[in-house]
């Protein structure tokens, strides 16, 4: 097996202003798959994405890309940043052009690419996060999902292995939300690494294809989502109750209402079962 | 107080700005300095002209329908030092030309000489003096942001009276002249200045 | 911001910023150029039609532009022509009228030359055009940020007001007075916090110390400089020959 | 009856910019319930909220109190605000001094009260929202959670008979969420009519006695939450899937699993009814 593409190593990390943002935190990324960080508000979700892209050194433990330690060297930075993007939760606070296709192109320049490489890429982007259109607008003409969009394509630009979005489902209803899942499962399809943090295990349970999960500034479990999800009592140390698909299928096969087999990511998809059912007319109990 | 577009002789216009421009120069390079160790203020002093164009474009309560006071400009002095607010409010005026018509680009280096280097300095240096004089912090922030307004408006009173001398009586007349029309808009905005200083110095101190 | 929304919905938006800004800049130094009265006021009307006619300015837009400037002209050109004479009392003084003739004009004609320019183009391409003048870097980061937050703060302000107002923090003119100073006193404060966060941004994005952006292509840039040059050289060509 | 406290007739609202908030929208208030304001992001939630509390003014139609066309007069205005209290969606946005209890008395300090009431009051609504022991703290040094509280607090302080939230529970994690519905079931009990905005089915249909659809800047339906999510086609029209819990519930009467009758108001509602089910060993198929 490959060495995880990223890994944080018992990483504590203690703020300036002395409080704790991590302690004994450890978690792996593999190639190509759709992570969840699922966790309370303050579990430490951001302080992580923040690790993973260089912002933040940790306190102790150590950051390990490819299975090297990470040196923190100006150079290493710049390459690890280039591979690792990191998308946060408020637009306002990350946008620094007025103009859409000029702040995409920030990264991209940075990286030192010519002139020609860095249109086709903001392009390329903004075609990906389906902006194209919008390559001319101002930021501030823009809707709150529209702006969320930009700075993916910020980040897309710069071609990265590895995409972090910090709670980037906030603030979006759901269709827009469907929308956005769908862009990152594209995205994912292409072998990006997806790691994205949420508050909502029902999402996490839908869409990531193995969750970590965070309490109190640690990483206190990890796994393929289904496997995880099924453990009650990690999820309860978390504050998070159980999937709702995953608790309503356990129900209903006890009760002999389906049959026993994995069960389905998500309310509608449970749903859709239960009407099969209806129709085959077979009740198995 | 801003010159309007055009309103200056050329060789005024073309005077302010070649006596703002090293000043200019200066601010930046002082900042410049700062930037290796703090990277950060290349944004902070973004964010921070954004907040003083935003103030500047307040309407102050009880003067309605004024706008365009230099708000912020005597705070940042403070906080910034006199220096670094000729680059902040060379880009406040800047915009305030730009987006709202307020002043203009030929006579930018006029309003800059008034605004973004006398007003800070005369703030900063009563600031200094009222604390060197023992003044507790509200009459001394109050007195620093008035006085830092007031000098502006005397300062372009100077520039218009220098660019347009009465025919009988000369400069002097002249200054007078326009000290005295522009008091009636600049004094009451000098003190709402004062006041609105005042009280977000106060509110910020809490934080 | 009328000026800001009006530059965006412009038929000239487009056009290069090059060549709007020479053609400003002839309109500029026309105005400076030409003497006569009639002369000035000739070239103030070639400049506000070019921007009605040619860039489409909505003229409600454009007469809510020009007033603010029209009345710190008013109040100048009255201070001029009135005032306290050397024994105090105040009087008309004739004596300066053509002068302040003359530099009314002068400015209205400037005033027209500089509207038209930034009514038709928005600020990222004046910025852009000030990045080919090679305006310092330092200066033009600030710009850059300042244009964006600019669009953030008054947001967050206009929330900010909106909340007081419902707990009643504009009932009257005390109230006023301290929920601004309150509301200016916590974004005073959100300043650094922000300036933070765009830094921590920026450096997720490997961002090199100063910030690069790629300028926008204006693919006809070359020819609407040519007609621009030619338009504003005819405007200097009469206000030369007014002169002599 | 008595008239409803608050009723929006035919309202219409045109923006300065030229955009449709509302048009033709009605909604009615009683007093003493639990309403969800229920609609996808820009079908005019929030104006609705702005135009119950006169912060904006009907373009068209009339808001009306207690049964009287409101008049907008400024002591009027004062009235509305002190007896119909807002809150906004961003803490950030609305919480403006460094001290918990200073911020809290904002409100009441612009009714006039003098410094005892003041004092009484701020205590009273800290007490409700179960921060009295964060009196004295700095507000920036409190959870996204607290602040929300806070938020709430200060609208408490003003003592009103209607209380309006701006999707209260966006950001907030489960255990969150679930404190803040009690928190206001608690108001609701004590005769406060509240009313929240949200774009969750699921939530309104699990707590609200009524919900108002919004669409497209008009309220196209309202009625009792059980009765409301029964219309599919309403739901439907406003963009919403039928909540999870009354589709589930309905497919398992059909299956027989479960006896007809009114249907849980929560999937938690229906695991329990369903585990029920399992003990008493009745399936009735």
Redesign the interface.
């Known amino acids: 097996m490959n060495p995880p593409i990223l890994e944080l190593q018992t990483v504590a990390h203690v703020y300036p202003d002395g409080s704790k943002g991590l302690h004994d935190c450890s978690l792996t990324l593999q190639r190509g798959r759709r992570y969840a960080l699922l966790g ?3 579990a430490g979700k951001t302080t992580v994405l ?1 690790h993973l ?1 260089g ?1 933040l050194r940790p306190t102790a433990g150590q950051l390990r890309i490819d299975g090297q330690a990470f040196d923190y060297s100006r150079a290493g ?2 390459a690890l ?2 591979r690792v ?2 998308v ?1 939760q ?1 637009p ?8 859409v ?3 995409v ?3 991209p ?3 030192g690419l010519d ?1 020609d490489e ?2 086709a890429r ?1 392009a390329a982007a903004l075609d990906a996060v389906g902006l194209r259109g919008h390559a ?1 607008r ?4 823009l ?3 529209q702006k969320k969009r930009v700075c993916i394509a ?2 897309l630009a ?1 071609q990265p292995d590895v995409l972090l979005l910090d709670e980037p489902m ?7 939300q469907t929308e956005l899942a769908a862009l990152l499962d594209q995205l994912a399809a292409r072998g990006v690494t997806v790691l994205l943090s949420t ?1 909502d ?1 029902d999402f996490a349970f839908r869409w990531a294809d193995d969750i970590h999960v965070m309490a109190g500034g640690r990483c206190i479990a990890s796994g393929p989502a289904l496997a995880l999800c099924a453990q009650a009592d990690v999820l309860h140390a978390a ?3 159980p999937p ?1 698909a995953l ?2 299928h356990a ?2 096969v ?4 389906l049959p026993a087999g994995p069960a389905p990511r998500s ?2 998809a ?2 859709d079962t ?2 099969a ?2 129709h085959s007319g077979v ?1 198995t ?1 | 107080m801003h010159i309007m577009e055009g309103f200056l002789p050329p060789a005024h216009a073309l005077g302010w700005a070649a006596v703002s421009l090293p000043f200019l120069a200066w601010g930046l390079r002082s900042i410049g300095r700062d930037l290796q160790s703090h990277p950060e203020r290349r944004m902070l002093l973004g964010v921070a002209a954004a907040f003083a164009f935003l103030l500047s474009a307040l309407k102050l309560p009880s003067v309605t329908g004024s706008c365009s006071h230099p708000t912020g400009v005597g705070l940042g002095a403070a906080l910034f030092g006199p220096a670094a607010m000729v680059p902040v409010g060379f880009v406040v005026l800047m915009f305030q030309a730009l987006l709202m018509a307020h002043g203009g680009l030929t006579t930018l280096g006029a309003n800059v000489f008034s605004m973004a280097i006398v007003g800070p300095f005369v703030s900063y240096g009563v600031l200094r003096a009222a604390s060197a004089l023992g003044f507790s912090r509200s009459p001394a922030v109050f007195l620093a942001a008035c006085l830092g307004d007031l000098a502006t408006y005397i300062t372009t009173s100077i520039q218009l009276a220098l660019a347009f001398p009465a025919a009988v009586g000369g400069f002097s007349v002249s200054f007078f002249k326009f000290a005295g029309i522009f008091a009636l808009t600049q004094v009451p905005i000098a003190i709402s200045e004062g006041l609105l200083t005042l009280l977000v110095v106060n509110a910020m101190v809490r934080f | 911001m009328l000026i800001e929304s009006t530059a965006y919905a412009s038929r000239w938006r487009d056009v290069a910023p090059s060549a709007k800004a020479l053609f400003a800049l002839a309109g500029v130094v026309a105005a400076w150029v030409a003497r006569s009265p009639y002369a000035l006021a000739a070239l103030t009307a070639v400049l506000v039609l070019t921007a009605l006619v040619g860039a489409r300015v909505p003229l409600r837009a454009y007469a809510a532009t020009v007033l603010p400037p029209l009345g710190f002209l008013l109040i100048s050109c009255a201070a001029m022509l009135f005032g306290p004479d050397a024994q105090g009392d105040w009087r008309w003084s004739g004596a300066m009228l053509p002068v302040v003739v003359h530099t009314a004009l002068r400015s209205l004609a400037m005033l027209a030359a500089l509207s038209g320019l930034v009514l038709s183009t928005p600020m990222p391409g004046l910025l852009a055009l000030m990045r080919r003048l090679r305006m310092p870097e330092l200066l033009l980061d600030m710009m850059v940020l300042c244009y964006r937050m600019l669009f953030v703060l008054r947001q967050a302000w206009d929330e900010g007001v909106t909340a007081q107002s419902a707990r009643l923090g504009y009932r009257g003119w005390r109230q006023a007075w301290r929920s601004t100073g309150l509301l200016a006193g916590q974004m005073a404060v959100q300043v650094w916090q922000r300036a933070a966060a765009l830094q921590m941004a920026a450096d997720a994005r490997v961002c090199q110390g100063a910030l690069r952006f790629l300028p926008v292509v204006y693919p006809q840039a070359r020819r609407q400089c040519m007609v621009a040059a030619l338009a504003g050289a005819l405007l200097v060509a009469l206000a030369v020959g007014d002169r002599l």
């Open positions: 309370a508000n303050g923040q892209n912002l930075l710049t940043r280039s993007g990191l946060f408020n306002d606070r990350q946008l620094f052009s007025a103009l296709e000029e702040d192109s920030f990264g320049l940075n990286l002139a860095v249109r903001v001319r101002a930021v501030h003409q809707s709150f999902g910020g980040v710069m906030a603030g979006l209803d759901a269709p827009m508050h295990i504050g998070q109750r709702a608790a309503l129900e209903l006890d009760l002999g209402v309310v509608d449970l749903l239960l009407r059912q209806k009740i109990a």
